[in-house]
């Protein structure tokens, strides 16, 4: 039973990591940038929610709040692609990785301004709730958090197979070049990839805050989901999830059995371990070219 | 090319384009009638396919105009240019790699919305190329350069283009492969009456299926022609056919000087 509690509650911190993940790899399979600031959007996306439902502000309906949060760091991250990072086009991927880097720093302050920097409650039906299993006790925050992933990676798996416009993201993030020449208007598709890893990394920040408690810093979890991306090999969307669990799961378990301050270390250690034995991550699709 | 009173297809005028400083189109005139193929030959670095790029609008020209049947196109984004019915076909095939081979077809008629026309188009790919037919759910970069090739000529087609752009198309594939793709081209040229522009540095091929051609050096046109005549032209045969030309003395002549410079 303890070790099935401590698994619950891997995954589903595995979840959130694996979300952001997600939001890298989005990114960084369209674009070729790496997104630094995709925590920070979580966070953003958290605080949103945040300020739209708590009676300290709002006092909105939670459902509503989640809705208008989702919307609004979609519309955001399009936003940020057509407004900032377009002009971008065709500068060096250092020039891309200190931008997001700044974005992120921004996102954080403009977050303290207007929230503060206190940790905070988001006022969610889903905090503090149990559900029980026979004898297995578990967080109903837990639950959903894993059952909306689930129900998130179905989505996004019928999205890019099933329709146009995701197998035009594929396409283009698979050869920009070649969606070029086929009419397929890339800049626009850039732009709505921005939106949905936005879009993500508000659903992560929601399921993150339901949770716990957040402050602006909390964006700063970016790192250890950046760390699960690689892990799970960096431009494979399903990757990122796996490497999100996984780093999800060594966490409470080095927690539980090694001395104190491993599970800090665990995932950043499996990241060496990772890039020593199979740099390209656990899934990994590496193509080469036919001349 | 000789004007028979219709307007061409296809009309590019004095086009220069630059790689930052590096002029490589200067100043470039040719015309695409309705029906033709038209190539364009060229050794290595002659701006082949600067010129088609600069044609289809993923690069700008500096200068000059282009325009597709009587309406400038020249500076249009490509997604414009495919939907006013010009096609690329980029030099060395550029599929889609871990898409399948029907997905990469559809991602061909991406700019257009009727479902029905584009399945009866996509019915018309696969009897041109059965062998994608066969191969439809496979990931496209598992197919060899061959298949790759005519994947990616298929996926043009599916754009429903009035001319298409084909750059060097013999890439890397064996001399029995060539012939099959060239048939095919030609084969949709006279039924499907797609205008096609081909550039080659294959000149045996590309002269044998063309109607007219063009010989491009360093970023200009230095001659031009129908076919039949640019094949019996000795410069051409000399520099883009390998015939060894005997001179009085019955030696070859190492240091042959070309009639246009």
Redesign the interface.
Known sequence: MDILQLIVSGLANGCVYGLIALGFVLIYKATEAVNFAQGDFMMLGAFITLGFTNTDYIGLPFWISVILAIGLMGILGYLLDLVVLRRMFGQSQVAMVILTIALGFVIRFIAGAIWGHEPQALESPIAGVDVRFGGLVLGMDEVVIIVVTVILTILLYLFFIRTKLGVAMQAASQNQLAAYYMGIPVKRIHSLIWALAGIVAAIAGILFASKGTIDPTAGLLGIKAFAAAVIGGFGSLPGALLGGLVVGLIEPFAARYLPAGYSQIAPYLLLVVMLIVRPHGILSQIQTKKV | MSTNGTNPLLKVDNLESYYGPIMAIRGVSLEVNQGQIVTVLGANGAGKTTLLKTI?G?MDPEKGTVSLSGSAIQGS???????QGM????E?R??????SVE??L???A??RTNRAEVASDLKLVYEYFPILEERRSQEA?TL??GQ?QMLAIG?GLM?KPRIMLLDEPS??LSPLLIKEIFTIIRRLNREQNVTMMLVEQNAKVALDVAHYGYVLELGRIVMSGEAGKLQQSKDVQEFYLGVQQETQRGQRRWKQRKTWR
Do not use: C, W
Not at chain 2, 77 to 83: E, F, K, L, R
Not at chain 2, 87 to 90: G, Y
């Open positions: 289809s993923v984004s490509p997604d414009s240019i495919v939907n096609v690329h076909v980029p060395g550029e599929i889609f790699p871990i898409l997905d990469n559809k991602m061909g991406y700019t970069g060899s350069g790759q996926r754009a890439l890397g």
